[in-house]
Every structure is written in C-alpha cells, then in structure tokens.
C-alpha cells in the first residue's frame, strides 16, 4: 500500500507540473500547398491512415482505399509511394496477405517501410525496394470457424507475446529496436530487437501511469524516450525504453467552444473526456536533431498542437473542416522539420503537405 501511495504522489508530482501553463498559446501561420499527390488515373485514396516521409524526401501513404470484399469487412489497405513533389511512383504490396485494414506507416533510419494494420493484428517490414524483410504478429486463419472482427471485453483476455489485437504504430531507438503500440484491445507497448526477436511488453488496461486506453501512435526521441498518444485518456505517456515511466504530458489550450466544430457528428460537450476531448492525442510526430520538437493532433477542435519535449505548448495552428488548412480526423503526421508536416486525414481522404511560418 505505501508503494502505491507513493507511486501516485510521484505521478501527480511529475504531471502537475505539465499541466499548468500561463503564457498564451501563439497561433502559428501556415499554409497548405494545393493539390500535392498526384494520383494517377483511376487510382484514389480511401480514408488516408498514414503518411510517412524517407530520407529522400519520398512520401508514403497508408490509404484505406482499393477496398475489396463485403460491405461489412471488406479489405481496405493500400501501401502507396510519391516523389517529393508529390508525383505517383508505385504501389507496395500489392494484394499482401498482411492487408486488411490501414492504420499507420513509419520509415526507420535505414528507410525501411513499415506498415501496421490493425485488421489483421501484424506489422510488415519492407526494404527500401519493397520486398517483405520482416512480419510480426500473426492474423486468423480464413479456415477457422468463427474467424471474425476481435471482440473487446472487458477485461481483455491475457495478451500473448508475439501477437497483437488491433496494432497501432511503431517507432525505434538509436539500436534499432523497435516499439509497437498493440492498440485498441492489449493496451501495451511491445518491444523487439533490431533481429526482430521479442524482448518485453509492458502496460494493460486502464488510467493509471503505464496503463493505456487506445495507444494509438507512436514515437521516440534522440535520447531513446518513447511517448505513446495514450488517446482514451486524453494525454502523452513518457517512458524510457524499457517501460519506466518517466511523465505525462496533456494539452489544454483554450478555444472558442461556441464557434468550433465537429468534423462529423454532434459536437463533443464542453467538458468531454476520451477520444474526443480537446487536446486528446491521435497522432504524434517528433522532428529529427539536434533540437527535437513534437507534434501532436486531435479531432476536436481539429488541431495541431507544437509542443517542447517536456510538454510545453509552444503554438496551435488548424480547425475541422474540409477546406485546405482545415482538418478531418487527422490520423497520422509526419514531420520531417520542424516547420514541415504530412498529416493524413481520415474524413477527408487525403493528405495535406503543410509549410509552417512560425516568425510570421
């Protein structure tokens, strides 16, 4: 009972001070570049789940798009890459056996691709010439009765190493582990080796530190820090690599509630929680060195939020809407600088390739 006490004194201790913050927020200018993918004839996207950027410049998008199937289940992922300029270059993976559902895309150092999709419970490596060089996880068999979407009860059956349910994202360390978010059902941080064996997991259900509620993106910093959009509780989870909590890091700034809007649906109440609450993190990015800034989004008001590594707000740019510079579920970023982003939208099935004007 002590221990715990005191786990919860320390936690409260290390938030406190990231929840307070007295400057006002500056509104960074910015601009979206108009039509910047250039897809090819008959070639669309669906709801765009990922986006993610090599050391070439090279775009990568996760699309929900060449759906195939039934109305219910359908397949929905496509793997699609684009110059720096936006131009069409190639699909990868084509009709892969991982595909079933988009939900993210990461580049590692090496320019790698990685693909998670959380239909079928695996994330897929490629090699910069898109060939399959590592699977992990593991989907149902089609033979199998009762193969069917995952059921979410409450409490979850015990996760099984090696396996995910509903994966997220991932991210790696300077050694080339990676960290994979495993998601909407298991609730935990995975973590194997740069040969891809399994090393440990850590978090479960719930709201206290190290717990999850929907980990659902991603990322790492220079020192090897991971920080984990932990969506259902509305805040950033910081561990070191091998799962000590070190922070939590929520973002309150305010807005106009009367004149923001939803981006589908009624409008979340003033003091909403979860998902759908302000500043509740869907997607978060972290730009390269030497001086490291994150960004993160959420879907109400549909912003994106430029904070320090120690969570400090530093601006605020974006609302809901469909127009360019407005924001529809923005599910995945990339930052390649920092005045630089990719976001990938759900709702409005696109990607937007942002330039940010900071001094303005």
Not at 170 to 194: L, Q
Not at 234 to 255: A, C, N, S
Request: net charge neutral; charged share 20%; aromatic share 10%.
């Amino acid at each position: 009972m002590r221990r715990l006490v005191f786990a919860s004194m320390l936690f409260m201790m290390r938030s406190v001070a990231l929840f307070a913050q007295d400057r006002p927020v500056p509104v960074i200018p910015f601009e979206s570049v108009p039509h910047f993918l250039k897809m090819p004839p008959n070639v669309y996207l669906g709801e765009a789940a990922g986006v993610a950027v090599n050391s070439k410049g090279h775009v990568f998008v996760f699309s929900r798009g060449n759906s195939t199937g039934p109305a219910y289940g359908a397949s929905a992922a496509q793997l699609l890459e684009f110059a720096p300029d936006g131009t069409y270059l190639r699909e990868i993976g084509r009709n892969l056996y991982a595909w079933s559902f988009a939900h993210a895309v990461r580049i590692d150092k090496d320019d790698n691709i990685w693909a998670a999709d959380k239909g079928s419970d695996m994330v897929v490596k490629f090699d910069p010439q898109g060939r399959v060089a590592m699977v992990f996880g593991r989907k149902q068999e089609a033979s199998d009765e009762g193969t069917g979407p995952l059921k979410h009860a409450k409490p979850p059956l015990p996760p099984v190493d090696g396996m995910f349910r509903q994966v997220t994202d991932m991210t790696w360390d300077a050694a080339g582990n990676t960290y994979i978010s495993d998601g909407y059902i298991n609730s935990r941080v995975a973590k194997v080796d740069k040969n891809g064996k399994w090393l440990k997991s850590w978090g479960e259900p719930g709201s206290g530190p190290g717990q999850f509620n929907t980990p659902h993106s991603i990322a790492a910093d220079a020192r090897g820090n991971i920080y984990v959009a932990d969506r259902g509780n509305g805040r950033i989870q910081v561990f070191d690599g091998e799962g000590t909590f070190l922070r939590e890091i929520k973002i309150h700034v305010p807005f106009d509630y009367a004149k923001a809007t939803a981006a589908i649906g009624k409008k979340p109440v003033e003091d909403a929680t979860g998902t759908q609450a302000p500043g509740s993190p869907w997607a978060i990015c972290i730009t390269p060195g030497p001086h490291q800034v994150m960004y993160a989004s959420d879907a109400f008001p549909g912003r994106i939020y430029k904070l320090s590594l120690d969570g400090e707000v530093l601006g605020v740019l974006g609302e809901s809407g469909k127009e360019l510079k407005e924001f529809g579920w923005i599910h995945e970023m990339a930052c390649p600088s920092e005045n630089v982003l990719f976001v990938a939208e759900l709702l409005n099935w696109r990607v937007q390739k942002l330039i940010l004007h900071p001094q303005k």
